[in-house]
């Protein structure tokens, strides 16, 4: 049994975990976001951008934007000004992550969770996407660490669901 590896539509609309989990957890966005089974990045809805981005924010939006209309190098450069701006603003470098990972630069996508989980070391969504990234990259004993910290923390925020889902993917790895 393998894990299925993720696609750019599913990072984006919503097959797995995304960004849409990490900002409600670490931004408010301007429309509310709420963790379900199809969560994307944001809910459909086109995001109010200012004319002239002036704060991590506003970059935050712009990068999230661009990325919804499929510019994924316009949204790498929005997120890259966010976290200029702002050097520890971990929804950027989620994003950006995620955007990295969708252009197939899986590298440069564990690097950005990786300093997500540095700047938000609760967020169990973000173990669980790094986890899914390692366990595509080969990396089995990571994506185990991932996915045992996952279901650890999961279980602490009394969230069932991706509790199981954690343990799922810990399951299927360790019978590899």
Do not use: H
């Not at 993720?6 to 960004?19: C, E, N, P, Q, W």
């Not at 966005?29 to 199809?38: C, Y």
Request: proline fraction near 3%.
């Amino acid at each position: 049994m393998t894990l299925r590896a993720l696609t750019a539509k599913d990072r984006f609309i919503g097959k797995t975990v995304s960004a849409a989990i990490a900002l409600a957890l670490v931004c408010v966005p301007v429309r509310s976001v709420q963790a379900s089974e199809n969560s994307g990045v944001l809910p459909n809805a086109s995001i109010a951008l200012p004319l002239e981005p002036k704060s991590a924010a506003d970059w935050l939006r712009r990068g999230i934007e661009k990325a919804r209309k499929d510019d994924l190098e316009g949204a790498i450069a929005a997120f890259d000004q966010s976290i200029q701006l702002k050097r520890d603003y971990a929804p950027a470098y989620y994003n950006r992550g995620t955007t990295y990972a969708n252009l197939g630069n899986r590298r440069s996508a564990l690097a950005d969770y990786t300093q997500v989980i540095l700047l938000k070391p609760n967020n169990a969504y973000v173990r669980y996407d790094r986890g899914l990234l390692r366990a595509e990259a080969g990396d089995k004993q990571g994506a185990i660490e991932d996915f045992q910290q996952a279901a650890t923390l999961f279980k602490q925020q009394l969230n069932g669901k991706w509790q199981e889902r954690a343990l799922n993917q810990l399951k299927q790895l360790q019978s590899l």
